[in-house]
């Protein structure tokens, strides 16, 4: 029996200081050791948390090498690391944890003329998505498309053999590498690719193993799935092949392929060459519709055969779940043969996809008479349409994301959800798993590659009580089943900490054996990802568990009510208990916070909005998922404070450590919307500041901002005021002064404070309630701080478009008879400076007055979407009762209230022609509520106007953040990502924006005028 050495994190529990010292000295690149950094990389997407011993960012491969060499003369322990989205575990390691996502992640060279033989070198730290960007205008693509094609890495993917949605076509990673150049253990750098022309120590491993495998055929014979989703162990099977596809398209040996699904343990990766694919021209979609999951499993057998490009499955759950979500029930919808009928019980996505698109056509025909031939005519809903296929494939992979987000401690656990058996078994084996959810007290949901019998399931488990239980005793009826099947235990997501241990069990004691030795020949110290693939722990030690049954929460009295995550949900019903009802002792925060699994969703570049801070900067700790670890490590007491960070017992979020991870959160509210489990770090950004400033008291700046809505009223009742405030604009020096004092930037010019505001004009209308209610037409404006002392033209013209178009406004407002009363306030500029209690008083004032309008159905309209969107939101946060829900309910932008109104044709302008074409940014809370739409309708309305949505995520400025003088540099590299230069390349549009902030943001960074949307509204209303 090979003696692999014991791994050698057990030995050395922390990085010693003077091999930090080295490090430091010795790369370029960040070093961390601090436990909330260390925190952050110690789980990916699985249910494992180990702490790294250090974290390394390498800025080049000089780095990369200096950091192995120092581990390996230390006897450090080093894990890659790519994207982290693993879900078994293998990413985590008490080991020195590299890094490469941030800067290891360049095209080295491609050859892309001959599409047939197009090839393209990468470093590991290059995400799919972007990869894929790149090659389109080629007409190619990289085609192991996983679901998390926007955050998975090469490196990573190769490490775990990843298999994407089309792999019937195109294969696994196995099938799509062509080489890798690697460090190896000893510190030498190694090509590994074609066997034939290996040299050096390639060639004599490559050996090693064909020895090996050379004596083992009987048994691989034997042990060996037959299918081509095997990803268990190392892939022994180059040199004696068993997959349904074979590695190589003339069957030689390339030696790469021995070091994909290696997760770590045989090599660093330093680039890797991979083979492209001819991006298809045409795809169409045909969706089979099933009455009965069993016959949908069925018939998979039978729809590979017509050659599709993918079969994939959305269960009932997953058809009920996306028809509950506005975002996704259109598109669930126009994929059912009957879009009312509740007979659905599964859909099976079978794409084909070609050059010409007329073959593609009569395949969809082939595929209506095969359905029809098996008792099912008229089962197929045709959908040609590009559009419609990608909407349908949004919501197919938002599919595991969207079942993650069930409240309470009880959650779809991964640790069987990839097995894979052949196709003529497929249905017995779903039917007889679903037996034993059930025998236990569970259920799963069901979706993915049906085409390769690789379906996904994730049982409901709760890990802080019996969950372990459960999954041993699930974990061991499945893998009968899978034996009894003669399938793969572990079929996508490779083997890690999770299913380590049953490699044994698939492959029986001598290939486990082979393993052993091969990895002692790669790695005779146990250096690599110790503990992965060979010497594995039990897959429910719960010493390895993010949170096991002796998991505890430190008490916490918070400032916002989080009653609705403190609950229990039913796992076979999923009924959720009344809020407040679980005994969190932080009473629902940190089960918040432990919303976040770890998929790692946040780290995306596409057109929506999350996350800005990390887009800017890559570093995860600017991440929501890099701030969620380190708030639920904070409230768990994993951070190891020193000794000035040590917080009060009752304020376990006012530290330093916490802080810095807070610090370029712009609170946009993007992850609250794109965030599949609805992590919403802008409200435990609130938390945090509440505490953190509770602690260490409020700045000059905090009250100055924080203030506004209460001094901007005085400002303009002193003659010469507005002037001399306004001076600071024009005089640099009287900036910089107060640059000084109060760290507000003196780069950023600051909004015009006027004498004559929207309070102190004209008489406003006022109607109480019940008056307002006998008018057909009727709303009620909400006058922001903002708009109302800086911008009052924009509310003069909602007024004035309101009127034109025929409705009886009451302008919110203290009744005069009640003496002089500060006009009302959101309470944002409290919130955003963690004034909590003063932000409660305020808000409570306006809905007190707002609500029995809203009880008397009446819409409350605003034009600020920060302020708007707080009494949909964070009002309900406060502890204000019912009237918040009605007051919330109620509460719209005018463009939502407009759009409304013209669908109910209670709204119906004409529209003079516009001279310029327009260009629209949506605020970001605005984006986070799906408000962006109606104003896009309502401005398509103004002949000649041909709007345009602009692609961006957040202004960067966010309320205070980018006058912030620590912070400006950060905002402006949030507008530069797209919003300004989208408007530049538009020099003759008018930019349309309704967040006070993004209009100045715009002015500062293009010397343009943004407007309101109202004001181009009234501004072209053929009166
Ligand atoms: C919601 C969700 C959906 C998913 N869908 C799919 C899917 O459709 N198909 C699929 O296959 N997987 C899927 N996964 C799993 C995971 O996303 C993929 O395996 C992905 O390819 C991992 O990429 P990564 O960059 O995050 O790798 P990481 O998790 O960072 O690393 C993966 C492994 O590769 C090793 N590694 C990384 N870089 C190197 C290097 N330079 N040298 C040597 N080893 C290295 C690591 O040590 C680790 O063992 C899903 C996960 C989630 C959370
Ligand atoms: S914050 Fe949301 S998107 Fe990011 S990792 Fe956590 S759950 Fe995923
Ligand atoms: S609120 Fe915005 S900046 Fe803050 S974590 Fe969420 S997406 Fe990122």
Known sequence: MTKIPADPSFRIKSLPPEITSKLQKEVKGQVMVDSASRGRYATDASIYQQFPLAVLVPESAEDIEAGLAIAKESGIPVLARGGGTSQCGQTTGAALVIDNSKFFRNILSSDLADAEKATIEVEPGMVLDHLNTFLKPHGLWYP???STGAQATIGGMAGNNSCGSRSIAYGNMVHNVLGIDAWLANGQLAHFGSYDGAVGEAKVLGDFVKGLVDHLKPEIEAHWPKVMRRVAGYNLDVFHPQSELPYTLD????????????????????SLKLKLSRLPKHKVLGVVNFASFYKAMDSAQHI???????????????????????????TIETALVDANAKTVDAILLVEFSGDEHAPLLQKLKELDTLMSDLGLPNSVVMLPDPAMQKNLWEVRKAGLNIMMSLKGDGKPVSFIEDCAVPLEHLANYTQALTEVFSKHGTRGTWYAHASVGTLHVRPILDMRRDGALKMRAIAEEASELVRKYKGAFSGEHGDGLCRGEWISWQFGPKITEALAQIKYQFDPSNLFNPGKIVNPPKMDDASYFRYSPSYTVIPVRPKLDWSAWNVQSNPVTEAITAAGSEGDPAQGLAKAIDMCNNNGHCRKFDADVMCPSYRITRNEKDLTRGRANTLRLAMSGQLVMNGNDVPPAHLPLATQAVKEVMDLCVSCKGCKRECPTGVDMAKMKIEFLAQYKERFGHTLRDRLVAHLPRYAPMISKVPGLPFLLNL??????????????????AKRSLPIWKSKHFWNQAPLPFMAAEELAKHDKRVVLFADTFNAYFENENLQSALSLLKKAGYAVHVAQPPKNQGEQKPFCCGRTYLAAGMVGEAKSRLSALINHLAPYAKGGIAIVGLEPSCLFTLRDEALSMGLGQSAQVVSEHAQLLEEFLAKELQAQRFAPTFKEATQPILLHGHCHQKAFAAVSPALELLKLIPNANPQLIESSCCGMAGSFGYEVEHI???????????????RKHPNAWVVADGTSCRHQIADGTQRDAIHIVRVLEGHLDS
């Not at 790469?256 to 770590?264: A, F």
């Not at 590979?304 to 975002?327: F, H, K, Q, Y």
């Not at 540099?969 to 408007?983: G, H, N, R, V, Y």
């Open 144 to 146: 192991v498309d996983v």
């Open 251 to 270: 069957n030689s040996v390339n030696l790469s392929h021995l070091l994909v699904g290696s997760e770590g343990t045989l090599a660093f990766f330093k």
């Open 304 to 330: 590979v055969r017509l050659g599709p490009t993918a079969v994939e499955l959305v269960d009932r759950t997953m058809i009920d779940l996306s028809r509950n979500n506005p975002a996704f029930r259109k």
């Open 728 to 745: 600071r604009n024009h005089i640099p020096l009287l900036a910089k002064i107060q640059e000084w004092v109060t760290g507000i930037s």
């Open 969 to 983: 540099e950060a905002s402006k590299q949030m507008a530069e990502l797209s919003l300004l230069p989208t408007i």
